[in-house]
C-alpha cells in the first residue's frame, strides 16, 4: 500500500508578511481517491510572491506552492491496482472546482467562482514534504520528463490556455506582449504550433532570451510604444493588417491598450495577465474591429497537452529556471525573487526567472 513513510512531516507555513515558520505535522493518511504524495519540486511565480509578502487576497497562514511534482508515496487500498501506483512520479493539479457555478455548469472549471488553489487560496500547498492528493487530478509524467523540471506543466498549461483561447492557427503571425515566463511560455505553444511569432517587452535581456526561443522579431517597449519604426516593421511583417492575434501577459493596462489598437480587424486580443490597475480602451477600436477581447484564466482540461508540450520542449523551458534551492532556503528563494537581482549577467540570461525549490531526496 505505502513505501516506508515516517510519521511526521516539515511543512513551510507562510505566517506572515514575509515570514516562513517550519514546522512539524503528522503526515496525512491516504483515503479512497486520494493519495499521498512525497513532493519533489517545487517552482515559484509572481502570485506566489504577493502571497509570502501578504499582498493578495489569501487568508495566512497558508502552505504556500501550487507548482509541483511529486512521487506517489501512499494508496488506499481501494485504490490498488488503478491507473497510478506507488512509486510513480506524478504532476498534480493545484486547482479544484465548485461543480455548481455558472462557469462549472459549462464545463469550464478553471474560470470557477468559488475555486480553491492549493497554496493560492484555502487549500495547503506543495511547500511540504507530503501532500493528499485527489487521484483525479494527478498524472504520471511523461517518460523522459524529470521531476526537477515537471512543476513547469502548470505554467505552461496557462500559456497554453491563452494560445487556446485565441484559438491559434499554424502559420499565424502572432505578437506576445510581456517576455516573462508566461509569455516565454506562451512562444513556446505557439512555436510548437507553427505560429510565427513577434514578442514585446520592456526589458532587453528577457528579449534576448525570447529570440533564442524562437522569436521572430523582438519589440523593445519604452513610453510612446509603438514608435513609428516598430509600427512599420509590424505592419511589414504582417502585410500591413497588423497581428490577427494578440497575447498580453503582462499585466501592465498600458499594453492591453497597444494590443486592442494594433491588432487586425476580426483578430482576437488575449488577456492573461492579471493587475488590480484599470486600463482605459477604445470603445472606437473595439467595435469597429469587431475584436474578440478574451480573458484566460488557468487552464481547462489542457494538464495532459501541457505535460506533453513541456516534454518535447524540454531544453527551451529549462533555460527559464534560473535558481534552484533546497527547501530550507525558502527565505533566500522569495528574497531573491522580489529582488529580481543576482545572476551572472551573461547575455541572453534572464537575471531571475522560475526559482526551483527541490525537496529532500531523503527524508530524515
Ligand atoms: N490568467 C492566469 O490564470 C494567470 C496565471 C499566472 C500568471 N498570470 C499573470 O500573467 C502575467 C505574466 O506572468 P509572468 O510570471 O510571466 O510575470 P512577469 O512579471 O515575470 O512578466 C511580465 C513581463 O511583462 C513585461 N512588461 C511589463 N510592462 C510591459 C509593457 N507595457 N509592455 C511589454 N512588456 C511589459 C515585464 O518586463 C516582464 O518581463 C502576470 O500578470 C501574472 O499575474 C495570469
Ligand atoms: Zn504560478
Ligand atoms: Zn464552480
Wanted: charged content about 25%.
Amino acid at each position: 500500500m505505502s513505501s516506508e513513510m515516517k510519521p511526521t512531516m516539515r511543512v513551510a507555513r507562510t505566517v506572515a508578511a514575509e515570514t516562513i515558520e517550519y514546522a512539524e505535522v503528522p503526515v496525512p493518511s491516504p483515503t479512497p481517491g486520494n493519495a499521498v504524495v512525497r513532493v519533489r519540486c517545487v517552482t515559484l511565480c509572481g502570485t506566489d510572491l504577493h502571497i509570502w509578502e501578504d499582498d493578495y487576497a489569501t487568508e495566512l497562514p497558508i502552505v504556500q506552492g501550487h507548482e509541483f511534482s511529486a512521487t506517489i508515496a501512499g494508496l488506499h487500498p481501494e485504490d490498488d491496482g488503478g491507473p497510478l501506483a506507488v512509486g510513480d512520479d506524478v504532476a498534480v493539479s493545484p486547482v479544484s472546482s465548485c461543480g455548481r457555478c455558472y462557469a462549472c455548469s459549462i464545463d469550464r472549471p478553471n474560470a470557477c467562482a468559488q475555486m480553491s488553489v492549493y497554496g493560492c487560496y484555502d487549500d495547503d500547498g506543495a511547500l511540504a514534504e507530503y501532500l493528499l492528493v485527489p487521484l483525479d487530478r494527478a498524472r504520471r509524467l511523461p517518460a523522459g520528463l524529470s521531476t526537477d523540471l515537471a512543476p513547469l506543466w502548470e505554467p505552461v498549461s496557462i500559456a497554453l490556455q491563452a494560445v487556446t483561447r485565441g484559438r491559434a492557427l499554424p502559420g499565424e503571425r502572432v505578437l506576445v506582449s510581456g517576455a516573462g515566463p508566461i509569455g516565454l511560455l506562451a512562444l513556446v505553444c505557439l512555436k510548437d504550433l507553427g505560429c510565427d511569432v513577434a514578442i514585446a517587452d520592456t526589458d532587453s535581456e528577457r528579449l534576448e532570451l525570447a529570440a533564442v526561443l524562437g522569436a521572430a522579431r523582438t519589440l523593445s517597449v519604452a513610453a510612446g510604444f509603438p514608435s513609428v519604426d516598430q509600427r512599420r516593421l509590424l505592419a511589414e511583417w504582417t502585410d500591413g493588417e497588423g497581428p490577427s492575434l494578440v497575447i498580453d501577459a503582462t499585466g501592465a493596462p498600458a499594453s492591453l491598450a497597444s494590443a486592442v489598437d494594433l491588432v487586425a480587424p476580426a483578430g482576437r486580443v488575449v488577456v492573461v495577465g492579471i493587475s488590480e490597475r484599470e486600463v482605459a480602451l477604445s470603445m472606437r477600436a473595439l467595435p469597429v474591429k469587431e475584436i474578440d477581447l478574451l480573458g484566460s484564466r488557468n487552464s481547462r482540461h489542457l494538464m495532459d497537452q501541457a505535460l506533453d508540450l513541456l516534454a518535447r520542449h524540454q531544453d527551451e523551458c529549462r533555460s527559464l529556471i534560473t535558481h534552484r534551492f533546497a527547501f530550507e532556503e525558502l527565505d533566500a528563494a522569495f528574497r531573491t525573487l522580489r529582488g529580481r537581482t543576482g545572476g551572472t549577467g551573461e547575455p541572453g540570461e534572464m537575471r531571475v526567472g522560475k526559482i526551483a525549490i527541490d525537496l529532500p531526496e531523503v527524508l530524515s
